[in-house]
Structure formats: structure tokens, C-alpha cells
């Protein structure tokens, strides 16, 4: 009977658990999880701390005994994984509430470590209450400070995905927000012309923007005050400070295992999500995989391709040849009443491949104008002439922006050219 193990639950380690049960009744299972939680749903953190979800328990999607009663899968959370003995096939585990060295035997094991936050080391970080939000603890954590001493005034770190939603979920709580981001534009993947409607949409919610600005340090000064001090010297008056600069992938394990890593610190695997070990498979945040257009090396930290590649893993174990083909990095996110939505590459990334393009905006309503409602939809298509091929769209709009992409992302990853959009035929009432 295989014994397998898995380092690291939540999205890509449960979705191969999930997978690998379903394909066999008869092969050992076992997950290591660091946290106390093994599979939840971290895109719903920010919206726990806005009170939108409220309870925690909302959050948390199977538990150690639901994956026992249900796959036969046995959870072991507040373990953590410390070293891999290669030669042996043997993994060295840590219970970390009684300190116990335990040794777990495998004959394949699958990483899924996720990422952490990056805290840089910002001078007098230290004296004042910051925060990241990557777990449920994480956001307990936020929630909890946030109550107890009545914030007014939060400075959010970042003008990323997690930014611009904790943005919404604290303004909600009738917490004043700033955001200082060190680009010139919130959401960088967006071209900055595109990311004017998220920048409309944030300042007529209240929320105060300081764009190409970057943070020098933080100080608590003798009244108890905590400053945030930007490069540029405005120093901003805040109750609470929120980090969302972005992630680094959980590499520890797997560098001091020898295994093979990626020039940005990522995994490398092959399309079977394989290591440079044939018995060790990784999966999620922590490896690099190929952009589907370009065939280049890229990590996309996102829970749709941690659950693809995990299932691919769990296949591959299981004896079937699946193959991850590349990532095209579809996302969308809400920031109040807008919806933002993209896939493929946007133009920086177009003209640094050198490709000869055009571009195309258009703005047509979400549904027939005849109908109440209707609203909007900003779009920008890019493509390669004169093959007509697709390389990315980006949409800001309300309610069925994301649908927009979801089609276009379709026929992007079949290939397919802007002659063939005008062939669809899509739902029509």
C-alpha cells in the first residue's frame, strides 16, 4: 500500500488529499499542517475583518475530523515539517505544542507550504501595531485589535489584492483608510489607465490614496502616537497598520532538502508538478510554473492553480499521466461596488516581449440598456497582429464583468483570435 504525505493543507495540499482519496481507497494519507487550520478559505479573510462573514467558523471548509470521517485522511495540524531525509524517504515532523520529534516514513510526498507574508525590515516596525493577514489567526488578530481600541485610522501597506479588499472591509467598519503604495497605480497587473476606475472608485468611498510613495519607517513617538514615514516625508497619524506587500514562497524545506529552486526562490517543477526528486511533487504558492502564452517561468500565488496542480499531483501518484499545461493568471476581485477582472498579459508586459499589437477599448452595459440596472463595463483587448491572437484582456465594471473574462480566458487557451469572438455565440434572453 503507498504511503503518502502531504506538507501543507488550505488549497493545493487538501485539493491532492481530496484527489488522491477519491482515486484510491486503499493508499495512506497524511497531512502535515503547521497552522491550526488545515483548509480554509483565505480569500474570505478580509470580509471575516469586515464583519460581512461573521463567524469564523464560516471560514473553515473541512476540519482534521471531517477529512478523517469523510476520506480517511489523517490531519495533523500544529505540526511542522523540519527537515527531509531523501535517501531514507523520511520526513522529520514537529509537534509544536509539546515539542515531540516524530518521523514519518512515504513513498511520495507532496509540498504545499504556501507563502508568508513579506515584512521588510522597516525601521521602528517594531514600535507600532502592524498586522498581515495570510490566516485565520492573522485575522482574529486585526478584528479583535481593531475593537478593543476603537481604531479610527488605518494605513493599509500595499495596493494589492489583499490592499485594496481589506480597504473596503475596514472603511466598512467606519475605520478611516489610507493607502500608500509605492507604484504609481493600485493592482499592477492592470494597465495604469485601467486602474484609474479602481483609483475613482476608492477615493469616492472614502478611501485616501498616496501613490508612488514608499514606506522608510514607522515610529511610536512619547505620546503614544504611531506614524507611518514615507520616502517622500508626509508622515501619516495612524491607529493601525495593515502589511500587504505581497508573498514569498515557503522555500525552507525544500532548499535545505537540495531540491532544485527557481532564480525568485520558487520550486522548480516539471508539467507533472514533479521536484528535481522523482518521489517528492510540490504544488501551489511555493513553485514556479509556465505562463501558457509565453512558455516562460512565472508564480502565480492564487487558489484556482494551487487546486489544479495539486489534483495533477494526486493524479500522477495515482498512476495517471496529467499534465499541468500553464497558468494564464485569470483574477478578479470586488473593491466596493466595482468589479475587476483580468487574464493574459497586459500592454507593459506585451511590448517588453516585443510583440506587434493593437489594442481596443470598449465600453458596452452589463446587460440590454432597456433593462433597470444596467451598467458599464470597461474593457481593454489586446492582441497580436496581424494573426489576430489574443494576449490579454482587462475589465472594471459591476455585476458580469467577470463573465466577460471568463469567456475571453476560454478562447485565449484555445488558441483562438479576435476573428473568433465575433463567431461566439453566447446566452441570449
Known amino acids: 500500500m503507498k504511503k503518502v504525505v502531504i506538507i501543507g493543507g488550505v488549497a493545493g495540499g487538501a485539493s491532492a488529499a481530496a484527489r488522491l482519496r477519491r482515486l484510491s481507497e486503499y493508499v495512506e494519507i497524511i497531512v502535515i499542517e503547521k497552522g491550526s487550520y488545515v483548509s480554509f478559505a483565505n480569500c474570505g479573510l478580509p470580509y471575516y475583518v469586515g464583519h460581512v462573514i461573521k463567524y469564523r467558523e464560516q471560514l473553515e471548509l473541512m476540519t482534521p475530523e471531517t477529512f478523517l470521517d469523510r476520506f480517511n485522511i489523517y490531519i495533523k495540524i500544529n505540526h511542522e515539517a523540519i527537515s527531509i531525509e531523501k535517501d531514507k524517504k523520511i520526513v522529520n515532523v514537529k509537534n509544536l505544542e509539546t515539542g515531540q520529534i516524530l518521523k514519518f516514513d512515504y513513498d511520495y510526498l507532496i509540498l504545499s507550504p504556501g507563502a508568508s507574508p513579506i515584512i521588510p525590515p522597516f525601521k521602528g516596525l517594531e514600535e507600532v501595531p502592524s498586522f498581515t493577514l495570510r490566516t485565520i489567526p492573522d485575522s482574529v488578530l486585526i478584528k479583535e485589535f481593531a475593537e478593543k481600541n476603537k481604531v479610527k485610522h488605518a494605513t493599509i501597506i500595499g495596493g494589492g489584492y489583499i490592499g485594496l479588499e481589506m480597504a473596503e472591509n475596514l472603511k466598512g467598519r467606519g475605520i478611516r483608510v489610507k493607502i500608500v503604495e ?248
Open 182 to 429: 509605492m507604484l504609481d497605480q493600485v493592482l499592477s497587473p492592470l494597465d495604469k489607465e485601467m486602474a484609474q476606475f479602481v483609483h475613482q472608485e476608492l477615493i469616492l468611498n472614502g478611501v485616501c490614496l498616496q501613490l508612488g510613495d514608499a514606506v522608510d519607517s514607522f515610529k511610536c513617538d512619547e505620546n503614544n502616537c504611531n506614524f507611518v514615514i514615507p520616502k517622500s516625508g508626509k508622515k501619516i497619524q495612524t491607529d493601525m497598520i495593515i502589511l500587504a506587500i505581497g508573498v514569498r514562497p515557503e522555500n525552507n524545506l525544500a532548499k535545505d532538502s537540495g531540491l532544485e529552486i527557481g532564480p525568485k526562490g520558487h520550486i522548480m517543477v516539471n508539467d507533472h508538478m514533479l521536484t528535481s526528486d522523482p518521489f517528492i511533487y510540490a504544488v501551489g504558492d511555493v513553485v514556479q510554473v509556465k505562463q501558457l502564452q509565453t512558455q516562460d517561468y512565472t508564480a502565480i500565488p492564487l487558489a484556482g492553480p494551487a487546486n489544479k496542480q495539486g489534483r495533477i499531483a494526486a493524479d500522477n501518484i495515482a498512476g495517471r499521466d496529467s499534465i499541468y499545461k500553464g497558468v494564464l493568471g485569470a483574477s478578479v476581485l470586488k473593491v466596493f461596488d466595482l468589479t475587476i477582472a483580468f487574464v493574459g498579459l497586459n500592454e507593459r508586459q506585451v511590448k517588453d516581449l516585443n510583440y506587434n499589437y493593437e489594442k481596443v477599448y470598449i465600453h458596452p452595459n452589463n446587460h440590454a440598456g432597456y433593462y433597470p440596472g444596467a451598467f458599464p463595463i470597461a474593457m481593454k483587448l489586446i492582441f497580436e497582429v496581424p494573426s489576430g491572437k489574443i494576449l490579454g484582456v482587462q475589465a472594471v465594471g459591476g455585476t458580469g464583468t467577470e463573465k466577460r473574462i471568463d469567456v475571453i480566458s476560454t478562447v485565449i487557451k484555445f488558441k483562438g483570435t479576435v476573428f473568433d469572438l465575433e463567431e461566439l455565440e453566447l446566452a441570449y434572453a
